[in-house]
């Protein structure tokens, strides 16, 4: 035969089976005692002595089989594709295993690192190709599921005993309100977070923000990177489709970026909040955790607070003002936007821009695609806009008996929050009617892709305007900036607008027929929460349970986008071979 002579040689690049059977086993053991500790600690229950000692010992097994898999894996397994970052993390944990196990500290939150980190790498090669896979194909399902678990574990946890200052755990309605709430970074509360939950609620509720604010999968393929591994088609599809960055860059050096220039801008913004309130609140402790807090829930515009009113005490303080504005600005601007203006040639060249400057040369321009041009020049007419019509429109209510200064930082305050982040310096429930009307639609345009914010975009509603002025014009192409809009973008704005308005319309009804409430109160809660804004004239707490449900669904489609949705249930794209005629329709 032709091939008689060839021999296939196996060059494995993954553990052998007893090895993987090993790890797997581990990993029962490690989940039973995680059962084990949530029942126990969460929701105080008693068990047996025999039980506890069954499951100390089997936890000590685990950890020295833990302890036993790292050893060996690089004796058994030397051509495993593993970074030196890797082999690092897990002689590491080895070694910080060893006391562990034999004093019995800090045991179980060790081995679920080292589990999680492995599951993470186990993720990506082809275990359980039948469920995964079916995912994988679909990178919008990848990111609906992503937020489903993550508001399941939340409500979970926030209906541990721990939880709230009460000892008695959020009812499971409160508890998955608002872990939607902080998931999907909107800010509307059944309950005050200041008071109703505790230290441990306060925690739950930030990391929901975090996660959900950047998106769980961001920070799973942060840990694919650092652990030195190559990602994927399918990973690189998913995260092109979380940040929403289409042009064809680095994806895994876009994720890096995300993820420092997340931590930087939050760590500025606590450090600036930490100085102004070490005094303000007096002790060092409460003022450190408090800017903690509000600079994560800035960042990722969810506008959950400590403070019973907001900020409405701070609504004259410059520094937390401008504090809390630039992180609501940077984090809903989009991570594509934000990278091209402040980025490592852009902080290089800026020392040689200036020298060129004061030297009356002219210094090298920055360049920016169309995408961000739009988004700045959108975001800019909105924030003014908003603050001049803010300012005029509440002069003698909202606005009465302040300092002239102190109403235009109000009024600059609301223009910014109004689009997504949810925060608020003046009492909302006296706001006039054309106010409301006009809030609820910054609430409905909200931020810009690919940041942390809601509702259906800055550059959805520039596009759609440009393509209203181009026929107008009687222009065929789209043309701004002397780059022409392809004609598919409009067609998805127009499906994104045309979805909203319908999703919004539908549940609005719902309200209206099931609330006894004033009519814009209801519009202005329904585009909010749909905007992922969290602004509230007060009535979420007095919803009854189907209109709680259903700001839920709207928190949950607004995050995750009406069109993202739809295509996550629909199926695989299909291009007909088949041209048909052209038929003329009249409309108008």
């Known amino acids: 035969m032709l091939f008689k002579r060839f021999r296939i040689i196996k060059t494995a690049r993954t553990p052998p089976g007893w090895l993987t059977s090993l790890f797997w086993s581990i990993t029962a053991l490690v989940g ?27 936890l000590i097994t685990a950890g020295l089989g833990t302890i036993a898999e790292i050893f060996t894996k690089r004796l058994v397994t030397p051509a ?29 939150l060790i081995l679920v690192l080292y589990q999680v980190i492995n599951l993470t790498g186990l993720s990506r090669s082809r275990f359980l190709p039948a469920v995964l896979g079916n ?57 005050d977070t200041g008071t109703y939950f505790s230290h441990f609620g306060q925690l739950v509720i930030l990391t929901l923000i975090q996660l959900g604010g950047l998106g ?15 990602m994927g088609l399918q990973e690189r599809r998913t995260m092109q489709e979380i940040i929403e960055e289409t042009r064809d860059i680095d994806i895994a050096r876009m994720v890096r970026y995300v993820l420092l220039f997340t931590l930087t801008a939050e760590g500025i913004g606590m450090v ?39 900020f409405i005490r701070f609504q004259s303080d410059l520094c937390i003002n401008l504090c809390i504005i630039t992180l ?43 995408h961000s041009r739009i988004v700045l020049i959108t975001t800019a007419f909105l924030i003014t806009g908003g603050t001049i019509l803010f300012f005029f429109l509440e002069y003698d209510n909202t606005l009465h008996n302040l300092p002239l200064s102190t109403k235009l930082l109000a009024s600059l305050f609301q223009s910014v929050t109004a689009r997504t982040a949810g925060f608020n310096t003046v009492g909302l429930s006296n706001l006039h009617g054309v106010t409301i009307f006009l809030w609820a639609i910054l609430m409905f345009i909200g931020a810009s892709p690919g940041g942390t914010g809601g509702g259906v975009k800055t550059s959805t509603i520039a596009v759609l305007f440009l393509a209203i002025r181009s026929r107008i014009r009687g222009e065929e192409e789209i ?52 905007g992922t804004v969290g602004l509230s004239i007060g009535i979420t707490p007095e919803l009854n349970i189907i209109g709680k449900l259903l700001i839920i669904i709207l928190m949950f489609i607004g995050r995750t986008g009406p069109l993202t949705l739809t295509l996550a249930m629909s199926a695989a794209n299909k291009h007909s071979m088949i041209t048909y005629p052209t038929a003329r329709i009249i409309v108008g």
């Open 135 to 191: 995912i994988r194909q679909r990178p919008v399902r990848m990111l609906v599921i992503s937020f489903l678990t993550l508001i399941a574990a939340g409500t979970l946890l926030l209906t541990f005993p721990a939880a709230t200052t009460d000892g008695r755990g959020a009812d499971i309605l409160t508890a998955l309100f608002t872990a939607t709430s902080a998931t999907c970074v909107t800010g509307l509360i059944v309950r």
């Open 32 to 58: 039973i005692n995680v059962i084990f500790i949530v029942l126990t600690n969460g929701y105080h229950l008693t068990f047996p002595p025999w039980a506890k000692l069954i499951l100390r010992l089997s």
């Open 479 to 530: 043309v701004y900036f002397r780059r022409t809009i392809p004609k598919d973008v409009v067609y998805r704005a127009m499906a994104i607008i045309a979805l909203s308005l319908g999703i919004i319309a539908l549940t609005y009804a719902g309200l209206l027929f099931l609330e006894n409430q004033r009519f814009e109160s209801l519009l202005f809660e329904a585009i909010s929460a749909f």
């Open 272 to 310: 600036i909040l930490f100085l102004r309130w070490l005094f303000v609140l007096g002790s060092p402790g409460q003022a450190l955790y408090f800017a903690a807090f509000h600079s994560i829930s800035a960042f990722c515009n969810a506008g959950f607070s400590l403070f019973p009113d907001s």
């Open 80 to 108: 495993l594709p593993l970074s030196r970052f890797r082999q690092i993390f897990d002689l590491a944990i080895a070694i910080i295993l060893i006391p562990a196990v034999v004093f019995q500290r800090m045991l179980i």
């Open 216 to 230: 769980i999968m961001t920070f799973y393929t942060s840990i694919v990177v650092l652990l030195g591994q190559r």
């Open 328 to 370: 609501i600005v940077l984090g809903g601007l989009g991570f594509p936007v934000v990278n091209e203006i402040i980025n490592r040639q852009n902080l290089l060249r800026f020392p040689r821009n200036f020298r060129q400057l004061s030297t009356n040369n002219s210094p090298r321009q920055l360049r920016l695609t169309l």
